[in-house]
């Protein structure tokens, strides 16, 4: 069964940068394509970036376009989001999602995926 261990987060101001890092065991990773997700207090669960298996493609949820991005290695089964030009509104918390396939397609359901990480919080103070 594979694990996704979550690692990064915590507190920056308005600006700033974070990076993320979510480790698989269990299974080589390169199997599987990886996702961000984010709950923000009294909020839905929201997509905020995938990469498929082999990391030649990526999607962004629209507020985070240009300020994150989704990088994988695939030899560290390792996901990563760095994030810049953090804002208030990034304040979540961030969970590494994963779902083994095949092919290079991408998806923002929540459904789709089945292996989660136990989240890590992100807080950015104005």
């Known amino acids: 069964q594979v694990q996704l261990v979550q690692s990064g987060g915590g507190s920056v101001q308005t600006g700033g940068s974070l990076r993320l890092s979510c480790t698989a065991s269990?299974?080589?990773?390169?199997?599987?394509?990886g996702a961000w997700f984010r709950q923000a207090p009294g909020k839905e669960r929201e997509f905020v970036s995938a990469i498929s298996p082999s990391g030649s493609n990526a999607l962004y949820e629209d507020s985070v376009k240009g300020r994150f991005t989704i990088a994988r290695d695939n030899t560290k089964d390792t996901l990563y989001l760095r994030m810049n030009s953090l804002k208030p509104e990034d304040t979540a918390v961030y969970y590494c999602v994963a779902d083994q396939q095949d092919g290079e397609a991408l998806t923002r359901l929540t459904s789709a995926y089945d292996l989660w990480g136990q989240g890590t919080q992100v807080t950015v103070s104005s």
């Open positions: 269990g299974r080589p990773f390169r199997e599987y394509s």
